[in-house]
């Protein structure tokens, strides 16, 4: 009988997987937290020590550029050095059930119990229908006493913001994490929420590597929030050009 | 491995929780029940004594007006004097799932035993479609023998209302506490089921405090109408001024 | 904890509830099987012997014309005489998950195997999608040698039809029903699908009152047909007035 | 209580049922997959061999051409000779559900482990959403190692196709199957996605005849073929005339 879920971890019972925080980049609005949380693994040269499947993910497998197919998984990844010991939560999908939600989030919470994590940040992009200019990070916790810490470093806590709450496992970690004793912060870097936000993800981590006291190299998800804006100003351009000729037909 | 319902009473086991009557106000139409159960409970001076929290519930955490986040829940007031003992039954949400209003209901049912509740009153919206003015106090009981008490406190039974059954908590609790020997009213304040309407629960609290023989100071709950209602002018005057630009550009 | 499906049945131990064949008419296209089902009941007399309630019944109470809220049910009546012994499974809904219809459907099953039930008839609508003169009753089986007998009673085999096969419990009895060694016979009375349709109700009985060789007085039925004939006259009357109308403001 | 899947073997326990090789084709985009598999059997006179029913199908009977209903099923062929064994997987449905779609493909892999299957070859459709001339089959393996042998056979590994990836069980058994050690191989003919694509299963064939080693003469596919060759070609001319029709009103 296939299991609800399955995780496996990597390595031998000898090793010291223990960790203090830990970082969730799952999917979400614009893949703000994830291509933050993925950038700062790669840039920290963080590990995966396990693996995580689950009936709840979407019943498929995803192919990659070499045409391998891989079952839907969520990774957990671990860097630790003298400042930080990280636990990052990443992967392909969060749950396709209500349900499923909490009982993933329940898992993911049993795994940093077992790694003694202390808090967790949860990253994401707050979504708000129009392109902007000056991105702020959006924020929520789940103890009053963290807000100070979370001004100081440039983000904001905006009244009736985010109005509709915070849905899936960034949200989730806050709320069941607090019954365990974690604390927990949830970042949210503005975005359209109509295309991959690299820029979003960028202000995201200016203030996460403040909060964490470490420097991340930005570089490459600068260079990437460039493309992203040589993209949209080509598409403005084009959209500025169909419209002069519709108005060429009619003059 | 999370429960699919969580119950947390607060207090010490020598506490006495033991109440007479039942008031549901979970969200629905209007809001109607909502505010009705809710603004009792304040003029009351309710206390809270447990609260609930459920995979069935829509899997998100809720942000406070000073960033805090909450795993949605619902929750058990009480009040008691010499003439009254009242278990509320208030909250975020209803259940997501068609399943789950029955399995969370039979808990709601749990908690009613456990503290000895006789009787039940259910409050809600009964969405008409259009704006009104006579606000009608609509009724369902799960004993013929409690009409006539309903009545008499300004309810009414009207044939074929609510015609396709009364849907969610309001409805489950008198058919699941029917079984279990509770007596159930389910009172429904008409609205039109576009706004938040206090002024509904206005007139459904009217009916209640009669049938309970407690005065409830409505001053604050009649100023809420009072604002929605100026709100409302504010909209018509809009729409009446949009109507007549339109015309003008005709005329 | 609250049962997935409860069975209660009336009377004592000692009572003799066992019959030989199984009528269903649970809800369905035009109401078809309910109408022919219930009409039936009423004119032979059958009495109540069990109700069945279920979380996979829409999470509502349905309220009665006296202001009254029930749970949900489906009821099982009984009728038996020296010619047959028939158990009756008629009731508010059928499932609202596809699960649940499964579920729902093995307990029907159980309860007929209780019984003694031998051979199982249910009763439905076919939407053929406009209105129709010449109602044909179509026939499915759930073993060839059943055919000839469904034949001489004046249902028919139309090759294709029901193209899409047949939906819920009308259908699953029959296949469920097999591995449990019934006889099914679904009958199936053409319909709009637009409209409750007491007509069709009639044509199905006629080829059902055959096969059971007892007749039954449709005289009820017919009227209901013909109050529903009226009405429809009406509605046609009305639409080609208002098609006159609009055609004298071109003309 | 009715099982969520059940699985019935024919014949005496003595029976070798044993194979080394497994073919999927369930319905999906344009029966590609299920006619090629199909076909295969019939012309190569596979046996049944077992039959899996679930609460994870529609709720429905289908009603076969003699007016006989049946549960929905998968079936589970077998066929041997000297040089290959094959285990087919063909039937009815899919999953409805998506957890259905994990627990169904993890006791399709049961009964691949108990005949000892060492490579499954999953066939499907690949919807490209416009007609085409040249089908090219698309291929995906649960391991690199596969891919020389698959490109030798004339399948191809498109960059980014398909892009989000394989949905339903010709998905999950390769990555299911890997887990338990079995080596994968996805076949995907391109298809419109607008029709039954007899001819993009006969792409797919003369592909798998190869990979397999065996010859399936492919005349009645073929013809299939053609007969929907002429069924499209007279779609297309009748699009035509109606065009040409308005035109002639216009001009």
């Given at each position: 009988?296939?299991?609800?879920?399955?995780?496996?971890?990597?390595?031998?019972?000898?090793?010291?997987?223990?960790?203090?925080?830990?970082?969730?980049?799952?999917?979400?609005?614009?893949?703000?937290?994830?291509?933050?949380?993925?950038?700062?693994?790669?840039?920290?040269?963080?590990?995966?020590?396990?693996?995580?499947?689950?009936?709840?993910?979407?019943?498929?497998?995803?192919?990659?550029a070499a045409g391998v197919a891989h079952l839907p998984?969520?990774?957990?990844?671990?860097?630790?050095?003298?400042k930080v010991r990280i636990m990052f939560l990443v992967g392909d999908f969060q749950s396709g059930s209500?349900?499923?939600?909490?009982i993933l989030t329940d898992t993911y919470l049993d795994i940093a119990e077992k790694l003694g994590i202390k808090r967790i940040y949860t990253l994401g992009g707050?979504?708000?229908?129009?392109?902007?200019?000056?991105?702020r990070v959006i924020a929520a916790v789940n103890d009053e006493k963290l807000k100070e810490e979370v001004t100081n470093s440039g983000a904001v806590f905006a009244q009736d913001e985010p109005g509709g709450g915070i849905i899936g496992a960034s949200g989730?970690?806050?709320?069941?994490?607090?019954?365990?004793?974690?604390?927990?912060?949830?970042?949210?870097?503005?975005?359209?929420?109509?295309?991959?936000d690299p820029k979003s993800s960028n202000c995201l981590l200016a203030v996460l590597s403040k909060m964490l006291g470490i420097s991340i190299d930005s570089a490459k998800l600068q260079e990437r929030a460039s493309e992203m804006e040589v993209f949209l100003e080509r598409l403005k351009t084009m959209e500025q050009m169909k419209t002069e000729d519709e108005l060429s037909y009619i003059g």
């Open positions: 009988m296939i299991e609800d879920i399955s995780v496996d971890f990597f390595g031998s019972d000898s090793d010291d997987f223990s960790c203090d925080i830990m970082i969730e980049g799952l999917p979400g609005v614009g893949q703000v937290g994830k291509l933050a949380a993925e950038h700062m693994m790669e840039e920290l040269g963080a590990e995966k020590i396990a693996e995580i499947r689950s009936i709840f993910f979407p019943p498929q497998v995803l192919v990659d998984k969520n990774e957990i990844y671990r860097y630790a050095d003298e209500a349900e499923g939600h909490y707050y979504g708000v229908g129009h392109l902007i200019q000056d991105i989730l970690l806050l709320g069941l994490g607090a019954k365990r004793g974690m604390e927990g912060i949830c970042l949210m870097g503005e975005t359209s929420g109509y295309i991959v």
